[in-house]
């Protein structure tokens, strides 16, 4: 039998001992070089509207392509890097009250993947109803969610906060925002008189038509979360109506959200159905910033608004 030499045998016992330790190290890490134990621990399944997302340690780079996901984001402490702001820088200082530095990625309807690709997001949250469409491309980008925000209820609204507070690694931050929020509404409420029962209504004109938002529509959840009636009770957010129309439901107070230039109620105030509604005969006529009353949603604009209820009713 051959015999080797002992400094030889000390070699390969070295060479061994090293290919131990690599082989450890290596199973320990993940590809990204953090500790594998550390990733399992610190990731998070989410839960959303187009299936299940998982998301690792606290994104930092994230993009919104809907507002009320930049108040809840905002909320919790973080600016995004992305938002799809409709090219209107001005619309976004409005909700966070300040200005903030951060890329347009485009519009909500048709936000530019290629800008959002090039930020290098950890994160992007997206609706369930604009952006199912490209749900696939964006998840190639970064970890998505989708949730509600376009068509969504208060509570659907709240809810989409929650969710997001668990991506950010913030649930603790999410629970403490949401419960402060829910003291800002009940005290808001309280505020209101007692024997309070007139009916209320947030229509919407443009120039050739006027929509009511009905008690199911975001802003009418608000009113009623207030203490009011409101007039047009239905399971349908929305609901198109004539001056006919209006003057049936004749609405105690009456908030309007117009847009820009001539709408449609410039034409009925020649009418005497117009001057005849109790709103009108009152002086319970009010302006309702559009942006904030049906755009923005979210924790921030929900209180801006029933704020702004009390103001105009009751001047306080």
Known sequence: MRTYPNKFIAIISVLLIACFLISGCSSSQDNSGSKAGS????????????????????????????LSFLDAVYNLGITPVGIADDNKKDMIQKL????????SVGTRSEPNLEVISSLKPDLII????????IYKQLKQ?????????????????????????????????????????TKVINGLKAELPKDENR???????????????????????????????????????YQEVSLEQLSKIDPDILFISANEGK???????KNPLWKNLKAVKNGQIYDADRDIWTRFRGIK????????????????
């Not at 997206?126 to 469409?133: G, I, S």
């Not at 975001?218 to 009011?228: A, K, R, T, V």
């Not at 709408?263 to 105030?269: A, P």
């Not at 604009?301 to 306080?316: C, I, Q």
């Open 39 to 66: 990733k399992s621990k610190d990731s998070r399944v989410i839960q959303h509207e187009d299936g299940k997302t998982t998301v690792t340690g606290t994104p930092k780079r994230v993009v919104v392509l809907e």
């Open 96 to 103: 966070v009250g300040s200005s903030i530095d951060y890329t």
């Open 126 to 133: 997206a609706d369930a109803e604009r952006h199912k469409n």
């Open 141 to 181: 980008i970064a970890p998505t969610v989708e949730l509600k925000s376009r068509e969504a209820t208060y509570d659907e609204t709240m809810d989409s906060f929650k969710t997001i507070s668990k991506a950010l690694n913030k649930e603790k931050e999410g629970k403490e925002k949401l419960a402060d929020h």
């Open 199 to 237: 009916s209320i209504v947030l229509g919407v004109a443009r120039a050739d038509s006027f929509q009511l938002h009905t008690s199911s529509s975001y802003d009418g959840e608000i009113f009623s979360m207030l203490g009011f009636t409101h007039a047009v009770k239905s399971d349908n957010a």
């Open 263 to 269: 709408t449609i109620v410039d034409e009925w105030k």
């Open 301 to 316: 604009s929900s209180e801006t608004s029933a704020k702004d209820v009390l103001k105009k009713v009751y001047n306080k």
